[in-house]
């Protein structure tokens, strides 16, 4: 006996609606079902969408007004194809979907997605205990700084703190924005703006995990071709001891 077609039917009848809940301008409905119960369940799932990356990005909402909004999220919402099911992911496949653009307007949209969007991924990052041999009080030169996986530097061309409907430029200024992101112990998240010998030195304590704090600041005055570096060391060393107090720098492990 041959087996049934209807899961096959049914699986088809479920493709034709999904291309239709995604693209209702160029994709009829599947026939046979009642045009106004499909326009509720249409709207329901759009609005569930556009709801939810207002919420992750209000101020590019506000900056584009509603109409290129909800335009931007339709196109997101036809066209492309998420990775993950979890709700808290989607902000992230919004900002994949803005990579895959060619053209953006504003041109700063991109950078300005990732900054609305990180701090959401700060406050959901889900970081391993410390480990063991960590010194809390530990020698910031001759031992090896650690840097909290709660501390994110961050460097954009455009100055995304102060993008807004009130201000889009045309052209991004000749300096980046550095920028230190952390989560406290409340869970709450900060940003702060970062000097240049700052945002390098942080970088520095993530890209080369191993290195003594003296060996650090040695290679940072290298670097910047600076000649005085025991001045540059004192310098540091009390950078260090700020991001010691902040808890940028949980602490230290033995050389």
Avoid: C, K
Avoid at 12 to 20: A, D, M, N
Avoid at 70 to 82: A, E, I, Q, T
Avoid at 180 to 205: C, T
Avoid at 214 to 224: F, G, H, N, P
């Amino acid at each position: 006996m041959a087996e049934p077609d209807a899961p096959i039917r049914l699986r088809e009848q479920q493709l034709e609606l999904t291309r239709h809940l995604r693209d209702p301008d160029g994709v009829d409905a599947p026939p046979g079902l009642e045009a106004r119960r499909v326009a509720v369940y249409r709207d329901l799932l759009f609005n569930n969408i556009e709801n939810l990356l207002g919420g992750n990005f209000p101020v590019i909402r506000a900056t584009l007004g509603e109409a290129r909004w909800r335009s931007l999220v339709r196109d997101f919402y036809r066209d492309h194809r998420s990775q993950t099911p979890l709700f808290p992911e989607i902000a992230r496949e919004f900002l994949r979907y803005l990579d895959t653009l060619d053209r953006l307007d504003p041109p700063f949209l991109r950078e300005l997605a990732h900054y609305e969007w990180v701090e959401l991924a700060l406050q959901i990052a889900q970081v391993e205990p410390p480990a063991a041999g960590l010194r809390v009080d530990g020698d910031l030169l001759d031992d090896i700084p650690v840097l909290s996986p709660l501390a994110w530097p961050l460097a954009y061309a455009w100055p995304v703190p102060e993008l807004g409907p009130d201000h889009q430029p045309d052209a991004p200024p000749p300096a980046p924005t550095l920028l230190l992101l952390r989560r406290e112990a409340d869970g709450s998240v900060r940003f702060s703006r970062l000097s240049p010998l700052a945002f390098r030195l942080v970088q520095r304590l993530g890209d080369e995990p191993g290195l003594t704090g003296r060996a650090q600041l040695v290679a940072l005055a290298a670097e910047a071709g600076v000649d005085d570096t025991a001045a540059f060391l004192a310098q540091g060393v009390q950078l260090l001891e700020q991001f010691h107090r902040t808890g940028v720098v949980t602490g230290t492990r033995p050389a």
